[in-house]
Structure formats: structure tokens, C-alpha cells
């Protein structure tokens, strides 16, 4: 990784089950990566983003999805307990990483990169991502996945 990366695609994060994942392995494909807590008011939103994905499945799009219990402490569960819970409870297939800092000093090196273009400031804070992995738009928390605005600005970075 460089000093200044300038796309995701620099970063390697560990999937939720500790294996560590090259977000390059994502080049060309446009991705809307989620700060994600099971316990948060917002939560009804991962059956959202599940639908999101599946609705341009074929589309070279992903979702990826970072547990934080950064706000609120609403993230209470660890590991393959959070995958579980987000499948059984909200039907998510979509990849899930290992619970992570989003903010502050100890953020993930991934997040200190993104929070030059906005820092969240509660879980289910929306990054979209370009195929050549830099951040083209950012959506707060009350902006729903299947909102139009999201919709829209996906299918024309496909």
C-alpha cells in the first residue's frame, strides 16, 4: 500500500471469518461498501442493500459490509455470529468483514481513507466506489439503499 493511496483497491481487509481479502480482487466492479451494526435502528436496511445487490447482480456490482459498534455500541455480536444473525434475520449473502473502527484515530486503514470524503457519522453510512476504485458519492444513514438517488447514480457508474 502506498503512503497516499488514491482507490480502495490498495487496501486488504479480513472477511468476517479472518481470512484476509484484497480489495483489488473488486477492480471493475462498482461497490457500495456499509458501516453496518445489527443492533441499530437502521438495521432493517441490510434486507435493503441484500435486494440492492441482487438487483444488479449481473451487473459487475457488490456490497460489502463492515460491522462497527462504533456508535451507539449497537453492534454487540462478534464474528460469524454477526454473518449468522444478518443471513438468518435479513436474508444477507453479500460479503460481511470482520468488525471494524470507522472512526477516530484507531479507524481502519480502509475508513481513514474514506473519511476524507466523509466522515459517518452513525451506522449505515453509504460509500459508493467506482470499477477503478475511488469514491464517487457517499450517502448518509437515512438515505435508504433502494432509494432512486442510490439506484440512479449505480447504474450510471455501470
Same mark, same amino acid.
Given at each position: ?52 445487490? #441482487?438487483?444488479? @447482480? ?12 462504533? *456508535?451507539?455500541?449497537?453492534? !454487540? $455480536? ?44 452513525? #451506522?449505515?453510512? @453509504? ?12 450517502? *448518509?444513514?437515512?438515505?435508504? !439503499? $433502494? ?12
Amino acid at each position: 500500500m502506498t503512503d497516499h493511496p488514491n482507490s480502495i483497491h490498495q487496501f486488504k481487509v479480513k472477511l468476517i471469518n479472518g481470512t484476509e481479502k484484497k480489495l483489488s480482487d473488486y477492480k471493475g466492479k462498482v461497490i457500495l461498501i456499509v458501516n453496518t451494526a445489527t443492533g441499530c435502528g437502521f438495521a432493517p436496511q441490510l434486507k435493503e442493500l441484500e435486494t440492492l445487490k #441482487n438487483l444488479f @447482480k449481473d451487473q459487475d456490482f457488490e456490497v460489502l459490509a463492515f460491522p462497527s459498534n462504533d *456508535f451507539g455500541r449497537q453492534e !454487540p $455480536l462478534n464474528g460469524v455470529d454477526i454473518e449468522e444473525y444478518c443471513a438468518v434475520n435479513h436474508g444477507v449473502s453479500f460479503p460481511m468483514f470482520d468488525k471494524v473502527m470507522v472512526r477516530g484515530s484507531e479507524a481502519h486503514p480502509l475508513y481513514h481513507f474514506l473519511t476524507k470524503i466523509s466522515t459517518p457519522r452513525w #451506522n449505515f453510512h @453509504k460509500y459508493l466506489v467506482n470499477k477503478e476504485g475511488e469514491v464517487e458519492d457517499y450517502f *448518509f444513514p437515512f438515505t435508504k !439503499p $433502494l432509494s432512486s438517488k442510490i439506484k440512479k447514480k449505480i447504474q450510471k457508474l455501470l
